[in-house]
């Protein structure tokens, strides 16, 4: 199975920058593409940001221009760079990776890291 592990939230004003970092573990291989979710309090889980495995991206336009993913297929970390934050940002964000070619040895298709809290004040 695979394991991820995201870091880099916090505490950050409106305008300002925040890097957040996943850190995936186990059978690696497995992994094609890769995003990030989040999920305010009282809504649903929504996309963020994809990259598929040979680096192709994908955003919604609430985040388009101000977020970029990025991956590091060496060191198995997948980063989300995150400008121009405004409170609505305010979220537990989620990484996810898709393994659909191992679904074969008995995986669950997808991972999902355990969150972690993005705060923008006003």
């Known amino acids: 199975q695979v394991q991820l592990v995201e870091s880099g939230g916090g505490l950050v004003q409106a305008g300002g920058s925040l890097r957040l970092s996943c850190a995936a573990s186990?059978?690696?291989?497995?992994?094609?593409?890769m995003g990030w979710y989040r999920q305010a309090p009282g809504k649903d889980r929504e996309l963020v940001a994809t990259i598929g495995s040979g680096g192709s991206t994908y955003y919604p336009v609430s985040v388009k221009g101000r977020f970029t993913i990025s991956r590091d297929n060496i060191k198995n970390i997948l980063y989300l760079q995150m400008n121009s934050l405004r409170p609505e940002d305010t979220a537990i964000y989620y990484c996810?990776?898709?393994?659909?070619?191992?679904?074969?040895?008995?995986?669950?298709?997808?991972?999902w890291g355990q969150g972690t809290q993005v705060t923008v004040s006003s």
């Open positions: 186990g059978d690696t291989n497995c992994i094609a593409a």
């Open positions: 996810n990776a898709e393994m659909p070619a191992c679904t074969s040895r008995g995986y669950e298709y997808d991972s």
